[in-house]
């Protein structure tokens, strides 16, 4: 069973298109985030929502606007693509808000704005 | 301001070699310390973390860590490494309870393991 899954697994778009990337989870967990993968590997948190409540919304663009629809769910629509925000999008849960809990992440969405 | 750092951007030992990843971290009060691995077009891996008591933790596939609070390190080790090893390791750092759950992850380390 898969814990953490994200859809698509590719996205190739021109620039200028809207595009969503859709995460669902089902460990239970309250909380589920959004990072950033880029070319260069480095990984940076873009949102984290907590039972459906965004908690951090970390200097994204508003571009960028996750939803969730509930707390299993946590969708990322991205407005107006750039050739910049080629990447690869994980999404990820935990337990909850607590700081010793460790994060489950998703296979990725590789975006490529072409 | 809070962080953490991996020195090293590549490892590189032989099968059967010790291995050691490093990571230091930078934070007022307690850190929460995780170790994640990335194998090849996949996601991250929970590998093992630190949140009080025994120094030496150990986690998946025979790795473990050892948190030294006087020199803010917290390396991953194994005693043996195996050619499935490689791969992208992240050390990451949660602190206090106003972060609302935001972890900071290192650079990652790419480990080589030669057969």
């Known amino acids: 069973d898969t814990a953490v899954s994200q859809t698509p697994k590719y996205l190739v778009t021109q620039m200028g298109n809207d595009k969503s990337i859709k995460c669902e989870q089902n460990l239970g967990h309250d909380t589920m985030y959004w990072y950033k993968q880029d070319s260069k590997k480095f990984l940076k948190i873009m949102f984290s929502?907590?039972?459906?409540?965004?908690?951090i919304n970390e200097t994204v663009p508003n571009r960028f606007s996750p939803k969730s629809p509930d707390k299993a769910h946590l969708n990322l629509h991205i407005n107006s693509l750039e050739l910049g925000d080629s990447a690869v999008y994980f999404c990820?849960?935990?337990?909850?808000?607590?700081?010793?809990?460790?994060?489950?992440f998703g296979p990725g969405t590789r975006l490529t704005v072409l | 301001a809070q962080s953490v750092a991996q020195p090293e951007d590549q490892v590189n030992v032989a099968e059967g070699n010790p291995l050691t990843v490093k990571c230091t971290y930078s934070?007022?009060?307690?850190?929460?310390l995780f170790w994640y691995v990335q194998y090849p077009n996949r996601g991250l891996q929970f590998l093992l973390k630190?949140?009080?008591?025994?120094?030496l933790v150990k986690g998946s596939y025979g790795f473990e860590a050892e948190f030294n609070k006087s020199q803010t390190s917290f390396h991953l080790k194994k005693p043996s490494a195996l050619v499935s090893d490689s791969a992208l390791y992240f050390c990451a750092v949660r602190w206090g309870n106003t972060n609302a759950g935001k972890s900071t992850f290192g650079d990652g380390t790419t480990l080589t393991v030669k057969p």
């Open positions: 630190y949140i009080t008591g025994d120094n």
């Open positions: 929502y907590n039972n459906k409540e965004l908690i």
């Open positions: 990820a849960s935990s337990q909850d808000l607590g700081f010793y809990n460790e994060q489950f």
């Open positions: 934070v007022s009060g307690n850190p929460y």
